[in-house]
Nanobody, 127 residues
Framework: QVQLVESGGGLVQPGGSARLSCAASGFTLDYYDRGWFRRVPGKEREGVACVSTAGGTTTYADYVKGRFTIYRDKAKNTMYLQMTSLRPEDPDVYYC????????????????????WGQGIHVNVSS
């Protein structure tokens, strides 16, 4: 069964850090361009970070550059999103996905027709 399962998150104080995990089953994560999105109230999900299967090139949205890092553990078939300097205005639900098409020109990121989504996980930044 093909599945992406996120874990981590929870309640984090402003300025704090959190690490999200995305474990893949039923397929090899490294074979896909993969990354993270987050839910913005009243809007489409916005792209956060992506890593390409060809060469491992990483792409970050401007609003997380320098604060978030995407990486993976090939042996565990899992990717991670390390988040630092979290802000109360950072959206609270994060999703991992495959077949991610990022953008560096302001165009909305999207997940291709053959992509998979995780179920979403909450990260609440609050004091």
């Amino acid at each position: 069964q093909v599945q992406l399962v996120e874990s981590g998150g929870g309640l984090v104080q402003p300025g704090g850090s959190a690490r999200l995990s995305c474990a893949a089953s039923g397929f090899t994560l490294d074979y896909y361009d993969r990354g993270w999105f987050r839910r913005v109230p009243g809007k489409e999900r916005e792209g956060v970070a992506c890593v390409s299967t060809a060469g491992g090139t990483t792409t970050y949205a401007d609003y997380v550059k320098g604060r978030f890092t995407i990486y993976r553990d090939k042996a565990k078939n899992t990717m991670y999103l390390q988040m630092t300097s979290l802000r109360p205005e950072d959206p609270d639900v994060y999703y991992c996905a495959t077949d991610v098409v990022p953008s560096t020109t302001g165009v909305r990121w999207y997940v291709g027709a053959d992509g998979y989504w995780g179920q979403g996980i909450h990260v609440n930044v609050s004091s």
